[in-house]
């Protein structure tokens, strides 16, 4: 089946599709949840927090885990053992080359993540190789953002859309771009916003999504990894 509209960009999401920081939360988040003896976190929980912003994940946490700190303690926590490990993190499997290929052919694309800034700052300094071939990018603090508006809400991607329009005077439509993502809630805001789907879970995910087909109602599809996309099917 190829893609009904030709693709005229490509917005991401970057934890767990571009780079391995999935595996560090879950890393981070044991440690500190070793502290209150309670744990490990497992997916059947982790795949409620995935693509969530920061307060809303760690209100799930603290409730779930009955966690004896505010949210303010649970952040604090967090950053200090987040920071010890950002400089780990690495571009996932065919992510790069994706990236590098996208933009040899001229095809805009914006990065649309949840994180905040001093995240994704984080995250990804050492990484610039990567993330400088992005036209556009948007973290999840960004004031066009109203709060409480982060996945599985389509804004992120309404202004990742926004900006690259503006960058090249197009007129581009949210059918008009595929949306990279790994979460549940990002699979969501990518189909309310519009736009077909390509959908790369974690590995250790798969147990835990459900129907995946019923998710996608035809939109997109899903895929093992970045590697195994067909980019001649959507006209890449």
Not at 161 to 167: F, I, Q, R, S
Request: glycine share 8%.
């Amino acid at each position: 089946m190829t893609h009904p509209v030709a693709v005229k960009a490509c917005l991401f999401d970057m934890d767990g599709l571009l780079i391995n920081t999935e595996d560090i939360y879950t890393e981070t988040l044991n440690e500190m949840l070793a502290e209150f003896q309670k744990g490990p976190l497992t997916w059947d929980v982790k795949i409620q927090l995935q693509g969530l912003p920061g307060p809303e994940a760690g209100k799930k946490v603290i409730e779930y885990y009955e966690l004896p700190i505010t949210l303010d303690e649970y952040d604090k926590k967090n950053v200090a053992l987040q920071s010890l490990k950002w400089g780990t993190c690495k571009f996932l499997p065919g992510a790069l080359n994706l990236l590098k290929y996208l933009k040899s052919k001229g095809i805009p694309i914006s990065l649309c993540t949840s994180s905040n800034k001093s995240k994704f700052n984080g995250k990804t300094s050492h990484l610039t190789e990567g993330f400088d071939l992005f036209d556009a990018i948007v973290t999840g603090d960004d004031a066009r953002i109203p709060k409480g508006r982060g996945k599985p809400y389509p804004d992120v991607w309404q202004v990742g859309l926004k900006e690259l329009n503006e960058k090249f005077h197009t007129d581009i439509k949210s059918d008009e771009c595929i949306v990279f993502e790994d979460g549940i809630p990002g699979v969501k805001s990518a189909k309310a916003f519009g736009a077909h789907v390509i959908w790369v879970p974690h590995p250790e995910a798969y147990t835990v999504l459900g129907d995946t087909e019923a998710l996608l109602a035809g939109k997109g599809e899903l895929l093992s990894s970045l590697e195994k996309l067909q980019k001649n099917k959507y006209g890449l």
